[in-house]
């Protein structure tokens, strides 16, 4: 293993300032350019419901939402956010501040076990719910709804029967398709 | 897995990113990210600067026009798949956008990104070949415009000069005459291809093939172009023993040595299959989208 | 009101809700004040000489606090224990946390590095530079064990670190006189855990009390406290391990230790700072172990009408380049070899070989998968030879109901004792597939498929697994008598198998509450420190029946307790939803804190339960002392359940696959799992249980594997190359259950963590064979199965 060369222009740690609003709170931090979003969450914002998983965008345990579209947070630097809105697990809940419908149709059908992936696929999932997209809530439809997040722990099972039970709660079974509530 | 230092530049316009890329020629230009930031985050790649698109809105955009669907550069390929106008103009281009990674990834990604990342194995330079597209980029010169087929020179690599941007990716228009089909075998759901066959068909009167464009991805160091099937097809009905000599001619064109998940002789295979079903299923829609 | 037993219902876990909302306990999402991050330098070469390292660069750079290797880590400096030694186990070799003078696997820690961050801990970890001279690297246990190849450690000899052999019966003779012999060569390849979230330590040294706290994402708290306190020099109860939320396990966080297991530690006292090591997924490919490969060459002896009468199995068992864990894995493969079935006489012969590879631990099933897919491989090939239906087969030489307990004399279980099943009925197991999968109406619908090209497929693979093993677990209720909550502790640990869940069933049966009225403790060597870890699906017989044993003893404290109180007869108090009145006045009902309170003796009534359980209070005089001798104040008690032998549980699995002859693709049409796990605790969870391992079972069968190159690179470190199973290709699971209890604990329970895992890859085998019968040349005896492999098996001459 070689020493790597190191341009002036690196040697310093850059950093920037930047606005986000999470879970509906306004944030400042200054925050090396190089931080990843996950980090700028768990680290610096002390959000530590998203989890790091492989740090290559393949698991899915990172997922949050920024202006309301599912975003790996380990694919994201944190300064490419700055204007922006997200949410995170800490601010998913439902009108009364219980569970989620999403939350409590995985507990309902033990859509989690060991529940580090449990905060990506919540994220996913509710996006998914909440999207103007057409739903196929088939047993096929919904595996590939959730496939881009890994579990290793429940055989997905669970999480499939869970989709379905949150998407009737959220009134997104009926039409399987168009012009989703708000 | 935390990437290395770089400088980091935000440019606010397109002028001002490409004269930044021209200062820094080895910098790496960040679009979506979901390409680069991976080799980042493993040290693969460890650029000194970062050139980030975000605030570059004009590169954002979805135009129909003059049997071209120009997609900026910028746009998300989520965008780009959900964009009713580009449906309409070539429904391939929303069928191959489904194949690429996960809808979280196509959140992010962009459609500029994917094409100057040049991934063999990835879905959009593919659609570029088999359509004839190309894209406009601009350097400090000015613009031009790269056809697909001069595009993609080899694995990861294009012909933009290295103080050049890719600003919008223009893919042909397909009229209700064209059937159009994009398969491919992954080994999960999400994965790059093994390989895939992305096709678009034209009958004449006669039910024989008219025009026709191939092109495959995951089966060598760039996209291919299929032209000896596309050959092996004109004029001809679409037989069996047309599309097993498609298929075979196709199968031709595979390089990609033995590999865990596919040795060579099986990604043959795979493209002759791939080469017919497609095609079959490109002439099922036609008919359908004609009758 | 009358409370119904919790257990075996499918009762909501109590760990969710927090799970759910973001507020898990991860290691890293402790916040330790001023924490450091570790990152290690790892050898980039499977076999090299060690000619220097230099760290002055990496020691320079802003940030960095401490930079080591193997000449600075002072007493550590030393080989890691072998945890399980064996008499055949002749030639051990374990690491060194870092590497002195070579390296031995791709992934080896060389140095590490402390610093104020984890991206400053890599900036600098890159700044470290080592020369290494390459040598040969050994891969592949077929390269090891051939003649000349070079030995991974110095005066091993044909890289055999044990030679193992075991009989029960009399093989030979049983060969001698065989009607019919099936030989088959099968190979299961190498695998990884790969839990979500990768290993992680963090550590703290608090420098004026004297006491280190470890927090490690362990199944092993207890054994990891033990031992830290040996390498440390500290008094056990000066150690503190926590094992938090852990993020899966599946047997790869069991090992101790890992190189920053005890590297993290040092560190936090050398430093007197925490520090914490976030193990990221490329190190989880690299430095954490792997499993499953073993070739095993497998004989049958049978009659002509298909009854087994010998088994001789010979296996190489690729260890990696350490042995740390002992021969586990290949000895629960030995002990289970002949499965499900009758087989009189057994030979079972293995070899564990090093190689330039990350050392090999258990995996969820631990030797169990390799077994199963060998014996049942085998079957399918002596059906097959001897025109015998798969399933027939299988009746005719099933255990019966009436020959348990079915020993196997000469045969060693990895927990030390003989071989022998409890009980069960395996042809009902069978039946119920086949009920399920109704083989004759599949077979015309296969062959009305195959005329139209399709290939449709159906196989079956059964299973047994020895699981609770010993040799203690304890349990620890207590009432409390604030909130009337009941507090079940043991020296577990739990990465999602939900133990808050079904140990409170068990504990809340035998007090009187709901299971949400009880909180379990475990993972944290602070609140209990009796115990040994979690594998070897032992954790529901274990430590299920101390908490049993101990909830028992609570209840009667509650009765007796209540019956002075009420001045009743003990057989008269009821206790119901945490209500305890004595039978048909229950409108005098006394809740449990009321009663926890009460048990103990008090000076100062802090609350209104309190004041009627104080020294002064008329109803509390009595003659002598307040407690009587022996009698201790309040609703506690700890017991131990230590089991005299191994449970035994059973199934089998069934597929129907179609796989596409053009792509080899394969799609599951049905997955059938029948299977008897003892008395079901929480069916909900035995199902989770079940159908998690399906599919990494599903991993092993068509996906995972670690691509090793001839040098000893790993060429797919990452979950973007190592194919662990999206939702879109695991199939849905139909369940069967049957329940026989287990007559070797008091519960009737035995272990489901890795059953489902086991036959996985066998069944699937055997039905894409069956599929593919017209095109294959020979058996699938190979996994996983590729659409690759599946090509090239149709294309052999």
Redesign the interface.
Known sequence: ????E??E???A??K?SLRVVVNGTAYERVV?????LS?FL??DL????????????????C?VL?DG????S????A??VDGLSLT???G??SADGG?HPV?QA???C?G????????GF?I?IL??LNSP?ELDLS??G???M???????????????DAVRQAAVAMGRDGDAGKGAPA | MKPSRFEYFAPESLAEAVALRDAHPGAAVLAGGQSLLPIMNFRLGRPEQVIDLRKASELAFVRVQNDVVEVGAMTRQRDLERDEGAARANPLIAESLRLVAHAVIRNRGTVGGSIAHADPAAELPALLSCLDGSVEVAGVRGRRRISAGELFVFHLTTSLEPNEVITSVSFPALEPSWGWSFLEVTRRHGDFALAGVCAALKLDGDRCVGQVRLAACGIGTTPVRLSTAEEALLSRPLTEKALREAGRAAAGYVTAGDETQASTAYRRQLVEALVRRSLLRAAARLERRTS | MTSAPSFGTRVRRNEDERLLTGRGRYIDDITLEGALAVAFVRSPMASARIISVDTSQAMALEGVHLVVTCDDIEHLDTEMPLLIPDPSLTSPRTQRPLARGEVFYVGQTVAMVVADDRYVAEDAADLVEVVYEPLEAVVGVDRAVASGARSVHEGVAGNVAAHSRQRSGEPDAAFASAEHVTSVTVRVERSSAAPMEPRAVAARWDSVLGELTVWDGTQAPISVRGGLASLFGLDEHRVRVVAPDVGGGFGQKVLLFYPDEVLVPWAAVKLNRPVKYIEDRQENFLGSTHERLQVHHIELAATRDGLVTGLRDSFLHDTGAFIPYGLAVAQVAAGQIAGSYRIPNISVDFKAVYTNTVPVTPYRGCGRPHACFAIERAMDVLADDLGIDRFEIRRRNFIGTEEFPYDRPGLIFADGQPVSYDGGDYARALSLLEEALDPPAFRAEQEAARSEGRYLGLGLACYVEGTGLGPYEGGHVKVHPITGKVYVNTGLSSQGQGHATSFAQIAADEVGVSPSDVVVVEGDTGEFDWGVATFASRAAVVSGNAIRKAALIVREQIVHQASQMFEAAPEDIVIEEGKVFVQGVESRALTLAEVATMSNPLRYAFNKAAQSATQFTPAARRDGAALAEGAHPGLEATDYFSPASTTWAYGVHGAIVEVDPATFEVKVKRYVCVHDCGRMINPMIVEGQVIGGVAQGMGGAFYELLDYDAEGNLRNASLMEFLMPYATEVPRVEISHLETPSPRNPLGVKGVGEAGTIPVAAAFASAVEDALAPLLHGHLLDVPLSPTSLHAATRAG
Do not use: F, W
Request: hydrophobic share 25%; with cysteine; glycine share 10%.
């Open positions: 293993m070689t020493g790597v190191t341009s222009a690196v040697e740690e850059q920037t090396p350019v190089r931080r990843l980090d768990r680290h002390g959000l530590t419901g998203t989890h790091v998983g492989c740090e290559h965008g393949v698991c899915g345990c997922t920024v579209r599912a975003t790996r380990c694919l994201t630097l300064c490419q995170t697990i800490e998913v809940k569970l939350q995985l507990s309902d033990h989690l076990q060991c529940g580090y992936c449990t905060p919540v996913s996006e998914v997209d047993e096929e919904v595996r590939e959730i496939s881009g997040n890994l579990c290793r722990c429940t055989g997905y099972q669970g999480i499939v």
